[in-house]
């Protein structure tokens, strides 16, 4: 017995990355649909040994199904997801739609899965955006022993948070690079990509920070602790797929970096990689594939009282989108929902 499962936005890299994982983690699914928009109706999608063939989103009746995920934007999930909601079918969004909406709960499992069950006010579940996603899984266990006061963190993110689109116009702005004549200009970015970073994500709010900045300070206070304080610098790289962060951690009391170094290990979901050495460290494309969000470079930052600083990568389109809704959906299983 097992679940009636819908994937909608499948033909994007994040719907395919659902499928993918609901296959290798074998969520228990029944019935598996895929949903995608007119245009794509018909492409075939892989779900573990099978293919599918995508149904159009504006005619399906989500009645009789369990759970929906949904990996497409806003706009259009304001539209469908209300609609599967009413009809009884669980939807966990990775949009930003319904991310700060006090009657919807923004769930990393690693960091706060018993707030899961409040999933009920709406029907709904939100995905956090990839950025956060991986560092508050890293934040969480060092908040649960020395107190967080104070993040400030960099992060260096992957074209592919952006989307096909992006990954295509930094390929053709590096081939560009090489043969005279076939510059590719920057239509999806402000500024070219290809051998450059743009301290950019999102749009500027008055305040001077970016709405990634501005997400990742509000989403971690709604996983984590209201009471931490944070800042963050959102910087685009030229690669394909992995988000990197630099992060600084100043806590209540004394940590060792040492002892962190030890609480990292143990806690869910990170793999530790820190030799102190060349080499001795996880880049984006070691990262590529993999569930765990990867830690190194754990020191000690001596400039303020009680200060650690580490690096954190993982692959965005796993633990930053796909995997966390299909980590949701399985808490989601175990403690809410009843099979078939």
Not at 320 to 328: D, F, K, R, W, Y
Request: charged residues 25%; contains cysteine.
């Amino acid at each position: 017995m097992g679940y009636k499962v819908v994937v909608v936005g499948a033909t994007g890299n994040v719907g395919r990355e659902m499928l993918n994982i609901l296959a290798e983690r074998e969520f228990p699914v029944d019935e598996i649909a895929a949903l995608a928009s007119r245009r794509s109706l018909g492409t075939e999608v892989s779900f573990g040994d099978k293919t599918l063939k995508t149904q159009d989103l504006d005619t399906f009746d989500f009645a009789g199904w369990d759970i929906a995920l949904f990996a497409i934007g806003s706009d259009a999930t304001k539209i469908y997801a209300p609609k599967a909601a009413a009809s009884g079918c669980v939807v966990i969004d990775n949009s930003s739609l319904y991310r700060y909406d006090p009657d919807v709960p923004l769930i990393v499992p690693e960091v706060n899965a018993d707030d899961v069950v409040g999933y009920t006010k709406k029907n709904i579940i939100a995905n956090p955006n990839c950025s956060t996603a991986q560092m508050v899984v890293a934040l969480k266990p060092l908040h649960d022993r020395a107190k967080i006061k104070r993040v400030v963190v960099s992060t260096y993110q992957s074209v592919s948070g952006t989307g096909k689109e992006a990954i295509d116009e930094l390929w053709d702005q590096t081939k560009g690079m090489y043969v005279p004549g076939q510059e590719v200009a920057p239509s999806v970015y402000p500024k070219q990509i290809a051998f450059n970073v743009i301290p950019h994500i999102d749009v500027f709010l008055d305040s001077g920070d970016t709405k990634e900045e501005w997400k990742m300070v509000t989403e971690t206070k709604k996983i984590l602790d209201k009471n931490i304080k944070l800042t963050a610098t959102c910087v685009r790289v030229p690669v394909f797929v992995g988000h990197s962060e630099s992060i600084n951690v100043e806590f209540e009391e004394f940590l060792d970096w040492e002892e962190a170094t030890d609480i990292l290990r143990e806690a869910p979901g990170i793999m530790v990689v820190d030799k102190r050495e060349a080499g001795g460290y996880v880049t984006p494309i070691e990262c590529v594939g993999d569930y765990a969000t990867f830690i190194s470079r754990i020191r000690q930052d001596v400039t303020v009282e009680n200060g650690i600083n580490f690096w954190c990568v993982s692959d965005n389109l796993r633990k930053g989108a796909a995997l966390n809704a299909v980590q949701i959906a399985e808490v989601l299983g175990q403690r809410c929902l009843k099979k078939g």
